[in-house]
């Protein structure tokens, strides 16, 4: 039975907006409807054997176009986690459904997936782009990126630990935690080990989380752009809390953190030298 163009866009619809031609026939769809759908404008080949929406996520349809598979940063940015950098082209494997790295304009990373990918996929499982983020970020900012997939539930130390991991991988692992809630957490935990004082973030204290604890009362929080408004107010009522409790508070911004360290290191380097950190 002929089916009309709105039910092949539907279909298309929970796919990601993205499929290949053979699942849609496997799923019933003669040529002819697709075709309909294709002549209609409702529905566009990104390449042969695949069908999108036109409205499809542009990292989508790249992925179709050329055959790839979205991984490392470029999926870490679609799943919502820290990424030092947004900039630059897509990163995809070369292997699998990958057509092959001299004609993909794009940053393509080698080696074998650590969970293998469905020939359909057009983006990498979270397993394989960590993998791919610890071969491709410095450290610093891989770890951070891996502590975002973790405090996201998307995947677990636990589980990790089940997995073949690469020397770069396996350290990360070894560093890892679930806690931090942003990455200037992991830099700022990163570049404080040094001082070999207890380093803990996000933990609650009188009612509310701290970006990060240094021993047991220097508190350090970090102000992004939605410290403004309601939010400012907030954060100027729970910081008078925290004083009235007898904690020590720094605030830096995101730009002093990312762009200028040695003046925030300093602030905390005076502060723990006149034992601020410590309870009196």
């Not at 179709?64 to 082209?89: E, F, K, N």
Request: hydrophobic share 45%; proline share 6%; with cysteine.
């Amino acid at each position: 039975m002929r089916r009309n163009i709105g039910t092949v866009v539907e279909a298309l619809s929970r796919g990601d907006g993205v499929l290949r031609t053979r699942t849609l026939q496997r799923r019933g769809f003669t040529p002819s409807d697709i075709r309909s759908a294709v002549e209609a404008g409702a529905v566009v080949r990104p390449r042969r054997g695949w069908l999108a929406l036109p409205s499809t996520e542009p990292l989508l349809l790249f992925a179709a176009t050329y055959c790839a598979v979205i991984t490392c940063r470029s999926q870490a940015m679609r799943l919502g986690l820290w990424v030092h950098d947004a900039s630059g082209p897509p990163h995809v494997p070369v292997g699998a459904n990958a057509e092959g790295g001299g004609r993909i304009p794009a940053r393509v990373h080698w080696g074998s997936p650590v969970v293998p990918r469905h020939p359909d996929a057009l983006v990498d499982p979270i397993e394989n782009v960590l993998a791919h983020i610890a071969e491709c970020e410095p450290f610093e900012q891989a770890l951070a990126t891996w502590e975002s997939a973790l405090n996201k539930s998307l995947v677990t130390l636990d589980a990790l630990k089940n997995y073949a991991w690469k020397p770069a991988a396996r350290e990360l692992l070894a560093q890892a935690s679930p806690f931090a809630d942003a990455g200037l957490e992991t830099y700022l935990r990163l570049r404080l080990r040094w001082l070999r004082e207890p380093i803990r973030v996000q933990i609650w204290i009188a009612g509310h989380r701290v970006d990060t604890l240094i021993g047991d009362r220097l508190v350090v929080q970090i102000d992004g752009a939605h410290h403004v408004g309601a939010q400012r107010s907030e954060d100027i009522r729970h910081h008078a809390d925290l004083r009235l409790r007898g904690y020590h508070v720094i605030r830096v911004s995101y730009t002093q953190v990312m762009f200028d360290w040695p003046t925030v290191q300093d602030l905390i380097m005076r502060a723990v030298a006149q034992g601020l950190h410590r309870s009196r």
